[in-house]
């Protein structure tokens, strides 16, 4: 199956920016539906950004809307996410996560996931 690995976290002051990176194993990438979450600590898991397999589509939160940006490579097996404008309501561990369904697709629902990675961590400092 997949293996998913984020890269990118770190600490950054408010209205700085960050790249995260989602690195993903095997040949199966491109037929994977690509999502970011996030959770800070005491929260719930809260959607952030997602991709359609071929990077045409994206969503994203309304939190993050206009700052954030996901984009794919799939010739490197890699997702990106370009966060700009960093607030410190940002500060969370981001997980990328990865849906090989072949059915309807929730973007936004943690359940709607197949693959995980195990996390980086981001803290933006007012």
């Known amino acids: 199956q997949v293996q998913l690995v984020e890269s990118g976290g770190g600490l950054v002051q408010a209205g700085g920016s960050l790249r995260l990176s989602c690195a993903a194993s095997g040949r199966t990438f491109s037929s994977l539906r690509m999502g970011w979450f996030r959770q800070a600590p005491g929260k719930e898991r809260e959607f952030v950004a997602a991709l359609s397999r071929t990077g045409g589509t994206p969503y994203y939160a309304d939190s993050v809307k206009g700052r954030f940006t996901i984009s794919r490579d799939n010739t490197r097996n890699t997702m990106y996410l370009q966060m700009n404008s960093l607030k410190p309501e940002d500060t969370a561990v981001y997980y990328c996560?990865?849906?090989?369904?072949?059915?309807?697709?929730?973007?936004?629902?943690?359940?709607?996931?197949?693959?995980w990675g195990q996390g980086t961590q981001v803290t933006v400092s007012s």
């Open positions: 996560a990865g849906d090989l369904s072949g059915i309807s697709w929730s973007p936004t629902k943690p359940g709607e996931y197949d693959y």
